[in-house]
């Protein structure tokens, strides 16, 4: 499946644990905005509204905003969308239809909701649902990658994660975790949320998806906050072997993992927080 090249990609972290300049908010979670030939796109929305102060202070016009895309149904990533949305008015809101199920993480003996709004609230909201389950081209050059195929034995969701289906509650696969692959003249970009799916099954379903082979960069969080060594080890020799031009880690990298990462593959890596800008 391919969606044609890009010539002018500009990618902005609005909404990140920890921020870069004053005026801008860190809130824990993660959002992004994608603009590709002057096209814009959200991708995720953090947790609550500081996002829509973040977009202000950045200069971002929210008329701009063509399109939202969620990365999956987590609070921290899809829960910012109630505060947009009253901000911005109806937009297009694009996630997996496992997204809007109800979420869970395991706390002791019990669990912590950890879910989205409800989509009929999001709807009251403005919200017009899109709901893919597969890849969807966006706009021109710009894939919503669908379910990402699980193809190694070394990467799993990175927690302890439930869902609530149809009454029962039953470990969460992430079905939902989707990643955006743009592709431009001097390779793929790929922007991802948290990376539930592993971090190489989504660079290397991306390269399958767009037939682009070269990755020129991965921009978003990587889930490599619990890595174990055997995790990380294989990581990096598959990121080495990529030879990708920037990683910029962000929101659920956890800080080890990310020195281990910079470690091993020097000034290439870097951390994406609120104001982080990458121009291609």
């Not at 500081?50 to 939202?68: F, Y």
């Not at 239809?97 to 009251?124: C, H, N, W």
């Not at 927690?159 to 079905?175: L, R, V, W, Y």
């Not at 998806?209 to 990380?232: C, D, N, P």
Request: with cysteine; proline share 4%; aromatic share 8%.
């Amino acid at each position: 499946m391919k969606g044609g090249e890009v010539l002018d990609v500009q990618i902005s972290v609005v909404i990140e644990n920890t921020a870069q300049f004053p005026g801008i908010i860190g809130e824990y979670g993660l959002g992004m905005l994608v603009k590709v030939d002057g096209k814009s796109i959200l991708f995720d929305t953090g947790m609550a509204g500081g996002i829509v102060n973040n977009l202000k202070t950045m200069g971002i016009p929210g008329q701009s905003i063509e399109l939202i895309a969620i990365s999956h149904g987590h609070f921290d990533h899809a829960g910012g969308l109630t505060a947009l949305l009253d901000d911005l008015g109806p937009r297009h809101v694009y996630l997996h239809p496992y997204a809007a199920l109800p979420k869970y993480t395991k706390v002791g003996d019990g669990s912590v909701f950890i879910g989205m709004p409800r989509p009929e609230d999001l709807e009251q909201k403005g919200a017009r649902l899109v709901f893919n389950e597969g890849p969807v081209t966006l706009v021109p050059g710009v894939i919503l990658s669908g379910t990402i195929p699980r193809t190694n034995d070394f990467e799993d969701s990175g927690g302890n994660f439930m869902i609530e289906a149809e009454g029962c509650m039953a470990a969460d696969t992430f079905a939902d975790d989707q990643a955006l692959y743009i592709t431009h003249p001097e390779g793929l970009i790929v922007v991802g949320g948290c990376a539930h799916a592993g971090m190489i099954n989504t660079l290397e379903y991306g390269r399958q998806l767009s037939g682009v082979k070269k990755i020129k960069a991965w921009i978003g969080g990587t889930h490599l906050m619990t890595a174990g060594e055997e995790r990380m080890y294989k990581t990096i020799e598959y990121l080495k072997g990529y030879d990708i031009d920037i990683i910029s880690v962000s929101h659920c990298t956890g800080f080890l993992a990310a020195a281990k990462l910079y470690g091993a593959l020097g000034s290439r890596v870097s951390k994406g927080e609120c104001g982080s800008s990458y121009t291609f």
